[in-house]
């Protein structure tokens, strides 16, 4: 099989993890992946234990693989990762980015903002948010922190939408925070003026008022697991 059918597997799996298809602590049927994928063992082996390093996917010896838990603590964990990887990161973009690199990002969020106050989807509306943060994250000039604060961004992205649809319920119509977008601005400022420590405060505040809300937010996902809606 070539690298890009290896590849199209992984990432067909790794969006199923990503969407909870697999149930917290379901044992994955790989007879049944190899069927309905038409693959054959060895690729879907690759992909699903580069899920188990990315942390998506757990592996037990003798028993097989199984879908990564879902609980506070976990995802509160994954909460404070998030925040140490993009805090870390917005010390490098003040030390690193150039002037011109930072009013790009800027005008990125001029621009986002205008279809951001209007938008509906949910889905569209965490895209836009995670671009926020990793195009942020970015003028770190830190690969590393990049590739991780994406996975880690995946892992917690189920709860994540769970949230936008708690606060569009909240506001009646409209889908998107302002509030969110108002701490973008905040922690943008402080970079953009050379303020660590306003940038670091500014940052780690509005990742943590998320993370306090994991407890209901993992409540509501089972709920949503279990007893789908109609």
Do not use: W
């Amino acid at each position: 099989m070539s690298e890009s059918s290896v590849n199209r597997v992984y990432l067909t799996l790794r969006q199923m993890a990503t969407d909870f298809v697999f149930k917290p602590g379901e044992r994955i049927n790989e007879t049944a992946l190899t069927t309905k994928m038409n693959v054959s063992r060895t690729p879907l082996r690759e992909a699903l234990n580069r899920l188990v390093a990315e942390g998506f996917l757990t592996f037990v010896l003798g028993k097989g693989f199984f879908c990564r838990p879902l609980s506070p603590n976990k995802i509160l964990e994954l909460y404070q990762l998030r925040c140490a990887l993009e805090t870390e990161a917005v010390v490098r973009a003040i030390e690193n980015a150039t002037t011109s690199e930072i009013l790009d990002v800027v005008n990125y969020l001029n621009e986002v903002e205008k279809s951001y106050v209007v938008c509906t989807d949910l889905n569209e509306l965490l895209r836009m948010d995670e671009e926020f943060h990793q195009k942020l994250a970015a003028l770190s000039g830190n690969e590393e922190i990049l590739k991780f604060l994406a996975i880690t961004n995946e892992r917690i992205r189920y709860v994540r939408i769970i949230n936008h649809r708690q606060l569009r319920d909240q506001k009646g119509n409209s889908a998107s925070d302002n509030t969110s977008m108002s701490a973008h601005r905040v922690i943008l400022e402080a970079v953009r003026t050379r303020d660590t420590d306003g940038a670091v405060s500014a940052l780690r505040n509005h990742i943590e008022r998320r993370s306090e809300q994991t407890v209901e937010l993992v409540r509501v996902a089972y709920s949503q697991l279990y007893v789908p809606d109609d």
